[in-house]
């Protein structure tokens, strides 16, 4: 059962354009809610994370949307720029069950073209 | 510098053989984790420790192994157990849930 579900599987967007990554989560029991950035060859790191008591969260040109109720999380991504073409992951977690052990999305392969 | 060291970087494996990749982490977490990548597959998880000499199984432990003796390391060897064990491999430790990522060995086999 895949409880993480992430689209698009990939994404082109103009240079200065807006992206948009969806994430559902099939448990309600979740509390923890981060995204992740990739680029080739290297390790995801952290890029945001919000609380389900929280419905936006903004890092510079980086914003987290949350709907408790449909259990859904966007990405979105303002002004896009060619540094920011990476693979883009959400994930879940129960920051007090399980070790807080973090269940993926499929990833997004974001390009932007200049 | 903190964070999270895997080596090695890239690995070829012969069939049958076992091979052990290194994850030492300097952050002082109690929780590590070993996921595998694979393309459009996202990260899947291999194994999770919450602690010293405890761990569990992951979604897809089968044909791996762990070991946890000391809070800095977190050691998977992969067997030949593993009949498609060529991927990228990515350790983590986290505080709560808070996960920080090495930079991932990639396992050939050859």
């Known amino acids: 059962q895949q409880q993480v579900k992430q689209s698009p599987q990939s994404l082109i967007v103009q240079k200065g354009g807006i992206s948009i990554i969806n994430c559902a989560y099939e448990n309600t029991a979740f509390d923890y809610f981060p995204w992740y950035q990739q680029f080739p060859g290297k390790g995801p790191a952290l890029l945001i994370a919000?609380?389900?008591?929280?419905s936006e969260k903004k890092e510079g040109r980086f914003t987290i949307s949350f709907n408790k109720s449909a259990k859904q999380s966007s990405l979105h991504i303002m002004d896009s720029q060619p540094g920011d073409s990476a693979t883009y992951f959400c994930a879940a977690s129960m920051i007090y069950n399980q070790g807080g052990k973090l269940i993926f999305g499929q990833g997004t392969e974001l390009s932007v073209k200049p | 510098d903190g964070g999270i060291t895997q080596s090695p970087k890239y690995l070829f494996r012969k069939e049958g053989q076992n091979v052990t990749l290194s994850c030492e982490q300097n952050l002082n977490h109690d929780a590590m984790y070993w996921y595998r990548q694979d393309p459009g597959q996202g990260l899947r998880l291999i194994y999770y420790?919450?602690?010293?000499?405890?761990?569990q199984k992951g979604d897809i432990a089968e044909g791996y192994s762990v070991s946890r003796e000391k809070k800095e390391s977190f050691p998977l060897t992969v067997t030949s157990a593993q009949k498609n064990p060529t991927a990228f491999y990515l350790c983590a430790s986290s505080f709560l849930a808070e996960a920080f990522f090495g930079q991932g060995t990639r396992l050939t086999v050859v």
């Open positions: 919000i609380r389900p008591d929280v």
């Open positions: 420790s919450q602690i010293v000499n405890d761990f």
